[in-house]
Structures are given as C-alpha cells and as structure tokens.
C-alpha cells in the first residue's frame, strides 16, 4: 500500500490552472523530489495535499484513508506534517516552545490519552519536543528565543516544528532557500538521516545539486501540469524537462 497517493488533482485560481489533473504517489520510506520552474504549481500541490488549500477536484489517501477535503490539523494527526516556504515560526518565544506548540497541537488528542491524564500527556509532548530538536540538532538552542537565531537555524527550527507532530510523511518546501553552500550540504546530511531513520519525505527544492543528490525519485511539474517522475538520471536526461526549465535561469 502507498503511503501517500493522490489522484487527479485539479486546483483552479479564476482562470489559471495552477495544478492540472496531477497524480502521484509516495511509497513508505522514500524520499521524492518535487520540482519544477517558479510558478510551476510546487507549493499548490503541496497546499492541496496537506489541506491549506481546497481542491478544484481529486482525491488524495494517506495510508488508504481518504483525506480529501480534511482540515489541515486533522491531516497532521493522520501523520503528514510539512514546512513552508516563508518561515512561520513565533519569533517572542523560545526555540522549545516554538516546538513543543506543534507537538500539542497533535499529541493526546485521543479518548485514550484524554483518559490517561494531563500530566501524562505533558511528559509525551516534552519528549516527542526534545526528540525533535535533537533530530536537527537545536536541543542546545532550546531555552534561546527564535528571533537570536541566525536565517540558517530558524529553518531548522521548522523542521523540528514539523518533526514534533510525529509525522510519517514529511513534506518540505524549499528547505535550502537562502541557505550558503555549506549550510545547504548540511542541510542535505541532516535530510538524509531523517530519511535513514525511516521517515518518508517530499521536498521541493530549487537547488538541483541537492534534490538530484538526495532524491530516489523526482515530480517535474511545469505550468501545473506533471511532465515527469522518474529516477534523477532519468529527469536529468528528459527533454520535456529540459524545455521547461529553457529561458529561466535553472536548473
Ligand atoms: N492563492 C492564489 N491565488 C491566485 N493564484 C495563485 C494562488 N496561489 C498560487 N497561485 C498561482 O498559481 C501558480 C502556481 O503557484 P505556486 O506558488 O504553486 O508555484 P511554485 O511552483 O511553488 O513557484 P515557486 O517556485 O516560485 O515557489 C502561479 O501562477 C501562482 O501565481
Ligand atoms: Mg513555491
């Protein structure tokens, strides 16, 4: 069974079709690439899927569940979770409980935890917190407030934002914008040991070093529309790809 398939997706904005009839799919444990030129569709596809944006028509399934239609936090529980490409992080309060707010959001929100008590659920969102800013590595940041941290570590604060609800997919919006080459490739390790621990990712990025470094399979959309999904050695070489990416300035 697919961890995450979605199926005809359509998304009108007045006469634009920003996303036209897209399908697709991400299996357990795999790390897609989704890529394409400015205005191709990237983040209304990833609006669609996780629910911020509401769909023309098509369906989406997490796990053979139909989350089409769903709020967004209510996806989240169902274990997708995702970063955006403006940072959204609450610059008045520390790195922990910028954190651990998304945690609460998702953890014990079921009869069974309500059940076992407040401080019980307290002790989860902590740990599942600390778990989070380890896998970024900001435990050292915790007690700092987000707005002392340089451009690099606030993006990683997003991720331990997405991190902490638990996710089994994690859905990354242009993780690498504004980072420098070495940030970007630490950026990358960091990428891949979430992916070697397991986690399934989908990630749009404009830096074609790292998505063709670290992605087992790439989405090409270009003008809303999917033109390919194959292996990075196989988009490298597609010449549909190649022309949509002709009078812009990537790849
Ligand atoms: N809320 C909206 N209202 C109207 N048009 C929108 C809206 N959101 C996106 N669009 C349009 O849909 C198209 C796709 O936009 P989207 O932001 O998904 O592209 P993208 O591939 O993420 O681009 P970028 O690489 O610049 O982030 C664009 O033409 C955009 O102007
Ligand atoms: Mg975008």
Sequence with gaps: MMLLEFNNLVRRFGGLSAIDN?????????????IGPNGAGKTTLFNLITGFVPLSSGSVHLNGRDITGRAPHVIARQGLSRTFQNLRIFPNMTV?????????????????????????RAKRISERTWQALEQVGLQHLADDLAANLSYGQRKYLEIARALAMAPELLILDEPAAGLNDTETAELAACIRRLHGEGLSIMLVEHDMNLVMSICERIIVLASGKKIADASPL???GNAAVLESYLGTDEP
Excluded: M, Y
């Excluded at 922990?96 to 019980?120: C, K, M, Y």
């Design 22 to 34: 897209v399908s697709g799919h991400v299996a357990k444990g795999e790390l897609v690439g989704l």
């Design 96 to 120: 922990f409980d910028n954190t651990s707010v998304a945690a609460t959001g998702v953890i014990g929100q079921g009869l069974f935890e309500t059940l076992l008590g407040r401080r019980s």
């Design 234 to 236: 196989q988009v490298r």
